[in-house]
C-alpha cells in the first residue's frame, strides 16, 4: 500500500501512522494511537526499575531454645544471601516483660551469629511488647561467602567422584568369601 494512502487511512480513524521497521524492504509501518503506546512503554518501563530489596521478619521469643533459633538464623541467612533486608524481632507476652534482657541477648545472639554477613541497619529498641532490629546483607561479605560455597560444591563433587571409582575399584577386585565352601562340579 502507498504511504499517501496508509496515512488517509489513519487520518480518518483518528490515529497516527508510525513507521516499526525502516530498515527491511519495503519499510513496515503501523497504524496505532501513538500517544497511548508511549504512555504504555514508559509505564512498563517504570514497573522494572522497582525492584528494591524486600523486608523479610523473623520472629523470636526470649525462652526461644538454641535449635530452633539456628534453624530461624538459617532462613534469615538464606534471605540476606538473596539481598533482601531481614527484621528480627522478639515477642514478650506477660510477664515476659520485666525481663527485656532476655531478649536483647537473643538480638545480640543474631548478631553475632549472622555478624559475618550482615550489617545492623537499625539497633534493637523496643516498640510496645516487641523489641525489633534491622538487619541489611554486607555485599562483599555475601558475595565472598557465595565463592566459598560454590568452591566447596565443587570441591564435594571431585570427592564423590573419586569415592565412587574406588568403589568401583574395591567391588571389581573383590573376591568371594573364605567362608564359602567350593561346590563339587558334577
Known sequence: MPPEAALDIAREDGLDLVEVAANSRPPVCRIMDYGKFKYEQKKKGANKK?????????????GTDQHDLNFKLGNARKFLM????????????????????????QLNAVIEQLGPIAKVESSPRMEGRFMSMILVADREAVAEAKRAEEAEEVAEGKSEEATGEATTEAAATETPDAGEEAKPSS
Open 50 to 62: 522497582t525492584q528494591s530489596a524486600s523486608l523479610k521478619e523473623v520472629k523470636l521469643r526470649p
Open 82 to 105: 538473596a539481598g533482601d533486608k531481614v527484621k528480627v524481632t522478639v515477642m514478650f507476652r506477660g510477664r515476659e516483660m520485666v525481663h527485656t534482657y532476655r531478649g536483647r541477648e
